[in-house]
Antibody, heavy 121, light 107 residues
Framework: QVQLQESGPGLVKPSETLSLICTVS????????WSWIRQSPGKGLEWVGH???????NYHPSLKSRVTLSVDTSKNQFSLKLSSVTAADTAMYYC???????????????WGQGTLVTVSA | SSELTQDPAVSVALGQTVRITCQGD??????ASWYQQKPGQAPVLVIY???NRPSGIPDRFSGSSSGYTASLTITGAQAEDEADFYC??????????FGGGTKLTVL
């Protein structure tokens, strides 16, 4: 059973960089896309971006200038960096595996439990 | 537009059938997937593709799609089905989009 676990600081100061790591266990990180999804308090889900195990990335257009995803296959981990954060970046951050069947079926089949990141001085 | 539109709230009587819909241009090209999120928990995949259920998802959950609209149907809703439901698709650039979510109340 694939399991994902987010880790990183729960408090980040405004204008600094938010950094999170997702550790994958119970399966290999190879051959899949891996995603970050966030949810502001009381709001809906927002896709942040995803990365293929080879390093290819897609980012949400509105976050593209501030987001960097990376992957470390040797550690079965992938990570998120979000720069110049503001209070609007306060959210629960989830990592998830992005599965695909054919060319028209895409889904997030495994999720981490999420980690709350608060942006505050 | 790659937006997905969902009704904010839907209610259903215990044991009855409810349909939750999701509309968007991307659904003409890509199948929706559906996620159930209970308070304080991570989302859970309940339907993907034409009508596929991951292991462990009850068969009262089913999916369908027609044109610009995808639907999640719960046949014989149970109290434990009360949750927020999100649809998800993608655009031709590979960007992911979520619907705004539907809060399901089981009466």
């Amino acid at each position: 059973q694939v399991q994902l676990q987010e880790s990183g600081p729960g408090l980040v100061k405004p204008s600094e960089t938010l950094s999170l790591i997702c550790t994958v266990s119970g399966g290999s990180i190879n051959n899949y896309y891996w995603s970050w999804i966030r949810q502001s308090p009381g709001k809906g889900l927002e896709w942040v971006g995803h990365i293929f195990y080879s390093g290819a990335t897609n980012y949400h257009p509105s976050l593209k200038s501030r987001v960097t995803l990376s992957v470390d296959t040797s550690k079965n981990q992938f990570s998120l960096k979000l720069s110049s954060v503001t209070a609007a970046d306060t959210a629960m951050y989830y990592c998830a595996r992005y599965g695909r069947t054919g060319t028209t079926i895409y889904y997030f089949d495994y999720w981490g439990q999420g980690t709350l990141v608060t942006v505050s001085a | 537009s790659s937006e997905l539109t969902q009704d904010p709230a839907v209610s259903v009587a215990l044991g009855q059938t409810v349909r939750i819909t999701c509309q968007g241009d991307s659904l003409r090209s890509y199948f929706a997937s559906w996620y159930q999120q209970k308070p304080g928990q991570a989302p859970v995949l309940v339907i993907y593709g034409k009508n596929n259920r991951p292991s462990g998802i009850p068969d009262r959950f089913s999916g369908s799609s027609s044109g610009y609209t995808a639907s999640l149907t719960i046949t014989g809703a149970q109290a434990e089905d009360e949750a927020d439901f999100y649809c998800k698709s993608r655009d031709n650039s590979g960007n992911v989009v979520f619907g705004g979510g539907t809060k399901l109340t089981v009466l």
